[in-house]
DNA sequence: GTCTCCTAGATTATCAACAATCTTGTGGAC
DNA sequence: GTCCACAAGATTGTTGATAATCTAGGAGAC
């Protein structure tokens, strides 16, 4: 469902949001703090029940009811559902409504191609940008990696992996890539978890996040972008994989079964 | 300034907006075809105006005065003034309205990066997945830039330019790609024809997309897409070299002149 | 003369009502 | 029994009015 009420904007949230404070410039409203709107808090609260999975794939958003339950006016929910309408996180039909829109598994291989050519950007970036600070941080957040991987801490290695991404992000100082792969990770939940439960992959996956900071420690650019795009590369291919082997599995009721 | 009355959606204007027909799939909004609401036409005007430089960076954007041009309601075009700041076309700040977002030319460059690496996947995916009648419509673009180029019509060049990238990712088959990519452009309106006019800038830009096309051609994915970074590459430094070079020779009202 | 406070105008933000459109269910014809 | 027409309900689209906020200019104090 949604939890009504208003949200805490000082806390994102436990979860992985996208590179929280970024590289800076937020986003295109609000650019001076400023006392968020009923309309951001409301675009935000949205944004955040997609990407929470309170709201399903292809379920239909129905004005009236989110204004209630965000005790805000049809208007504002309005105005917010067009906002997500343009960053692809819904679909709005003209007299029909909004759908949460439903990524396929192969729009799911796009973006991560897509992700892989723009974090590759990022990489080389950070391989010429970085400060010596932030490249301590990112060996840190890698050093962390590897104990919860040692202590088979599945989840807490995922949220090690977006946070080491998340600081490579913000070192490689490009705003523009910065915001679209925070996009493109928004459409991309219900593939989250599901590469790092490969058996095996999550030790690859280590190896080859390794390779990333050491290149970018080593200030070779071609090389931490190279680590990058093998990298993403793998995790597209597993992500392939596990998509055939799921639809293999005699299991119809995979996504919405749009093939 | 911008002309009243309602567009003609007919005919996408003689200017080259982006890949028009595209590789498939519309905006967001409108999935079937339909008559194109108000707040489409008003969103897509805006659009266009701004493209067009009638809408002037930081010019500010009053909503009553665009409701009474393209005479719709103050709420259409404050809709459409909202999801033209989520494409980063407007900056809204609350209580104060919309300026038309101007972009430095730092931001500039960043978002010729991001281009280069994205266009570089999708010149990737043409020479794995475009048809031979693509590749022979992809010759003939060339073709014509090069005649063009005899004939010193650099104007003729430059759109044959912007179609030789179009028929390039439409011929990629990549929704995700494309769809950033044409944001993207729609940012860059300022500094749209500056590169093409650097002398001998126009002979080599030739031989570099010939470079692509052979690629594509060959089907060679590698060779294709490191054609297409260095191209745009040198699209990228041959900017920044003019952006200098116009700080240099003194002339401090740069910015808001289209040059 | 310069600064601060305050008022008037302009502009945006929000809301509630109305109109247009779609969806669903019922009844009748064949 | 199945199909089509139609009506009722639900939902979205649009508009205009009202409230909140900002901006510019002037009066007054020092």
Redesign the pocket.
Known sequence: MLRAGKIDRGTPAAGDEQPPPAAGQQATTTPRR?AA???DEAYEELRQAIHRGDLMPNE??????LASRLQ?????V??ALVRLGQDGLVV???????HVRLVSEEEAVEILQVRAVLEALTARQAASNATAREVTEIRAVLDRMAQRLDSDDLLGYSEGNANLHAAIIAAARHDTAAKLIAGLRGQLVRFQYRTILVPGRAAQSLDEHAAIVEAIAARDPDAAEVAMRRHLGHVESTLADTATAIRHRADPSDGTHPA
């Open positions: 400023r709107s009923s309309a239909r958003l129905i004005e009236v009811e805000v006016s049809r208007g504002v309005r105005t709005l039909t003209p007299n029909r409504g909004a």
